[in-house]
Antibody
Framework: QVHLQGSGPGLVKPSETLSLTCSVSGDSISSYGYYWGWVRQPPGKSLEWIAN???????YYNPSLKSRISISLDTSKNQVSLKVSSVTAADTALYFC??????????????WGRGIQVTVSS | DIVMTQSPNSLAVSLGERATINCKSSQSLLYRSNNKNYLAWYQQKPGQPPKLLIY???TRESGVPVRFSGGGSGTDFTLTISSLQAEDVAVYYC?????????FGGGTRVEIK
């Protein structure tokens, strides 16, 4: 059973860089056919996909955030990391790390971490 | 981006009754080479992460109760709960992966009448 545990600062100042880490257990992030990604949910709002990284290292970004985000894999620690630069209050959200299956081209998230609450405020 | 529009925003259904949620995409999600719709449904209960219910528009994820079913093709999709149970109170989201830019619907809140 795969388990995802996200970690990161709960409070970030405007203009700073947010760094989040997702520790994965029960599966290798190098497993064939899986993506590892981040999805966020602003308070009271819907879900917004941020980025995915394929087991091979290929990256996919939401164009609306692409200039400010970076996703990476650390296979030695079995972790997935996300960095969001130049944060503003609009980046305040619950951040989820998740595993996505790729089946015949479809990509859907089959395992999720519990979420990391991030607030951007001075 | 492909825009996903869900309706209604919320609905209240009596226990044991049917609940139907709609999801409309701004362009077709049908991949003709394999005849699969790249549409998934999730359930999110308060204080929990989303849970995958349905993928390929109508394929139930392992362990999901049979009262949950998905239908539709192209741009119009539905999630049906055939007999609402108390534990089904949640917000439900659709998500497309036809485009590399993944997008979710706005969500539909299901409550007990």
């Amino acid at each position: 059973q795969v388990h995802l545990q996200g970690s990161g600062p709960g409070l970030v100042k405007p203009s700073e860089t947010l760094s989040l880490t997702c520790s994965v257990s029960g599966d290798s992030i190098s497993s064939y056919g899986y993506y590892w990604g981040w999805v966020r949910q602003p308070p009271g709002k819907s879900l917004e996909w941020i980025a995915n990284i394929y087991y091979s290292g290929s990256t996919y970004y939401n164009p609306s955030l692409k200039s400010r985000i970076s996703i990476s894999l650390d296979t030695s620690k079995n972790q997935v990391s996300l960095k969001v630069s130049s944060v503003t209050a609009a980046d305040t959200a619950l951040y989820f790390c998740a595993r996505a299956r790729s089946q015949r081209g479809s990509v859907h998230f089959d395992n999720w971490g519990r979420g990391i609450q991030v607030t951007v405020s001075s | 981006d492909i825009v996903m529009t869900q309706s209604p925003n919320s609905l209240a259904v009596s226990l044991g009754e049917r609940a139907t949620i709609n999801c409309k995409s701004s362009q077709s999600l049908l991949y003709r080479s394999n005849n699969k719709n790249y549409l998934a449904w999730y359930q999110q209960k308060p204080g929990q992460p989303p849970k995958l219910l349905i993928y390929w528009a109508s394929t139930r994820e392992s362990g999901v109760p049979v009262r949950f079913s998905g239908g539709g093709s192209g741009t119009d999709f539905t999630l049906t709960i055939s007999s609402l149970q108390a534990e089904d109170v949640a917000v439900y989201y659709c998500q497309q992966s036809f485009s590399q830019t993944l997008t979710f619907g706005g969500g539909t809140r299901v409550e007990i009448k």
